[in-house]
């Protein structure tokens, strides 16, 4: 059976990517930061590790000998952010070279400023505006120096939908639809939110191909942050119209939808609009 190795695999990505290869036959072992009990069920092993510790996950790739990485581990913010997601990308891309291991970085449409109206394609420089986006997008340029063979999967906002354990935007929309939270949400920042079960299906195909390069795999539908979050509580059974929206200032990203028409026509999973995956709850 086909070894693979999930960091992050306590993440909302990772779990979803970590739960369905093993489902699928995939001998998976799972890198977590914190708790290992965090991870999801049937893995075949559960390692903490910090992937800024480069000795360590050149070790564990050496032990575990996997056929292909998923790299999804990540920090949102913080003063150590540039390290995880930058350096420590560079250092699992490196092991996977080493290892000969297939690898597949996740990375975001976060990269982008998105000053124009049109979908972001492959053929799209990053140009981060956020500080976020600004460690994804060198986390792109460690990997690629370390393994230009591998494979970078941009990708979208996050969701869960019917049936999914929901995402923290769903989370924060549905909050704010209840009066719990005091949110407003942009109109003009617009994006590709994708199904994590999608995400995940998808990101297991691209483990057993050889494509390299960036690749957007992200939803069909492009909407903006108003549109996104009323759509998840509408879903539910809540009034859209309560949610209030505003633009976003100078230091957001405005149109980041990603054209994901290259990932769709290799990929035998479908990459839903939210519209319709929402639309049946």
């Known amino acids: 059976m086909p070894k693979l190795l999930v960091t992050g695999a306590s993440g909302y990505l990772g779990g979803a990517l970590a739960a369905r290869a093993a489902a699928a036959g995939w001998v998976v072992t799972g890198t977590v930061h914190g708790r290992p009990d965090a991870a999801p069920p049937g ?30 581990a990540y920090v949102q913010d913080g003063t150590g952010a540039h390290a995880v997601n930058a350096v420590g990308a560079g250092h699992v891309a490196a092991a996977a070279r080493a290892a000969g291991a297939r690898h597949v970085h996740v990375s975001s449409d976060a990269i982008f400023r998105g000053a124009e109206d049109r979908l972001i394609t492959e053929a799209d420089a990053p140009d981060p505006v956020t500080a976020y986006g600004a460690t994804k997008a060198a986390a792109e340029e460690a990997v690629r120096a370390a393994c230009p063979e591998a494979l970078l999967a941009r990708t979208s906002l996050l969701y869960g939908g019917p049936g999914a354990p929901p995402s923290k935007h769903e989370d924060v929309a549905l909050a704010a639809a209840r009066g719990e939270r005091d949110m407003r949400f942009y109109t003009d920042e617009v994006r590709s939110p994708v199904q994590v079960g999608d995400l995940a299906a998808a990101l297991l195909e691209l483990a057993a191909r050889r494509d390299a390069g960036p690749l957007n795999v992200a939803g069909a539908d492009a909407v903006s942050r108003l549109a996104f979050a009323r759509l998840i509580v509408a879903a539910c059974g809540h009034d859209p119209a309560r949610l209030r929206g505003l633009p976003a200032p100078a230091d957001r990203p405005r149109f980041c939808g990603l054209d994901s028409q290259a990932a769709q026509a290799r990929l035998e999973t479908r990459l839903r609009g939210v519209r319709e995956v929402l639309a049946t709850r």
């Open 43 to 72: 893995l075949h092993a559960v390692v903490v590790l910090d992937v800024r510790d480069a000795g360590a996950v050149d070790a564990l790739v050496r032990d575990t000998a996997p056929d292909a990485i998923v790299h999804t």
